[in-house]
């Protein structure tokens, strides 16, 4: 499904700030993978979904999803198979349009649609019924502008704008760390079931080792720009966060240093 | 009184159109264009030259061309050249002007003398008696008001819209920013050209600085509108352009009659105007801080 060899990428190379972001990463997802991602500040988590995403082109090394090979097509093209949703969840919706304009925008990236057709009642129904799975009440207030939501609506209205067509991949960056615990519970929860439902090959980066080790089916602990650890299926189902923390360790030499995970149970 | 308020209607219609266009792009798609002084004469140098050549309804699609090229031109030295977007609208300001010298002939002004335009046209059809300026004017900007508040209910219309809300949400779903701010741009620049079309074939005659200062009072004629009839809706925002637009023509004929100012003296009026309404969340936020650091100093401590 998606397969990366030995990728770089060096932020300002040649100055004083130079920062290997990702050296020599490879990986390989099969279809239908959920994995999630756990690793200490600055190793790389968000660079490799950017990397994935094309929000810069890599270094070295290549890209290919789906049996394309993906290395040095721009974003919005990516887009097309690749869904995303960011910590803040301010960064996924259009504030001053209404919620079925901003569902409409999602759904362009569903095959060739007429630049020139409106959202019509078939369009409408579908986006009424989509939403109603959210169960938060937002079918009935579709033609109100996104901006008057509150956060978990507005992250759950992105995790639906990401899956209305569904992705290849599906990018999930700490998308519940911005959100109370109950929000984070319930949007956690959809995330779950979409992903099932549609079976979308998904990678989620979170701060909570518990939630890395329950949700999904493999885990990949990162550090200085790599993947460390990476743990599936017998061995996985078995692991502990204390374990995991001590495996850290043990791969790198030093402790897990995310502010964050250390606060979470 | 009644041939100031005919007046006021026939130039706050016909100017309407350059609000509409800075409705699209200052505030739908969140840029500055400041293409829009040359759009504008560009606008009415095609328009005035194609009318004495015999072509007064040609010119109108003409002028569209123009100005749409004029935009995609904006469009093209912001979205693929990184030019600063302030400065491209600038830089093909600037080139414009002798563009629109070439279009004339390289004269300063073109006049119409005898030659049909688009209102004598009208004028022979009957329609509208001795209003027939006022009914051409407003069906022109109106239908471009209609046409506009439909297209950006289109798929097409709906990304330029987000593009100009949420930059990052754009990125990541699938619309390539580059193409709907071109697209955008190329729409509000053929309006300012149409507009500066209309007016050319209005006053016969097309004058090289016809349209300095014209950004200004298009967005003075915007915000006149929005203060009186709220944001948030597009069709709400292109009302609001014909609105403003037409309370300021009239403002602009009563002063013209009353002399309470001089008339050179309403452009420092308006840029004032518009400085301020655009400044006001600043000053407010400003206001409220004071506020707030006053009322925590008689609470005490120090």
Redesign the interface.
Known sequence: MLDIQNISKTFNPGTVNAKTAISGLSLHLNEGDFITIIGSNGAGKSTLFNAI?G?FYIDEGSIVLAGKDITFL????R??SI??L?QDP????????TIE??L???Y??NVK???????SKKDKAFFQEKLALLEMGLENRMRQ?VGLLSGGQRQALTLL??TVVPPKLLLLDEHTAALDPGTAEKVLALTRDIVAREHITCLMITHNMKQALELGNRTFLMADGNIVLDVEGEERSHLTVEDLLARFKAGTGQELDNDRILLSE | MLYILQTALELGFLYALVAMALFLSYRVLDIADLTTDGGFVLGAAVSVTMAAAGHPILAVPAALIAGMAAGFVTAFLQTRLGVPSILAGIVTNTGLYTINLMIMGWSANVSLLKTDTLFTLFHNTGIGGDWYEVVLAAFVTILAGILLV??L????G??I??TG??M??V???????AFTITVGLCISNALTALSGAMVGQYQNTADINGGTGIVVIGLACLIIGETILGR?TIIKGAIASVTGSIIYRLIYAIVLYTKIVPVQGLRLITAIVVALAIAFPTIKEWFAFQKRKMAASRKGGN
């Open positions: 995403a929000v721009p974003e919005h093209k887009s097309r869904g995303r960011f301010l960064k996924g919706t259009a504030p001053n349009m304009e901003n409409a925008l999602a362009l990236r649609t007429n630049s020139f057709s409106r959202i502008p704008m990401a | 439909l297209f209910k289109t798929r097409l709906l990304s819209r987000a809300d949420n990052d949400m990125r990541a779903s699938s619309i390539n920013p948030r």
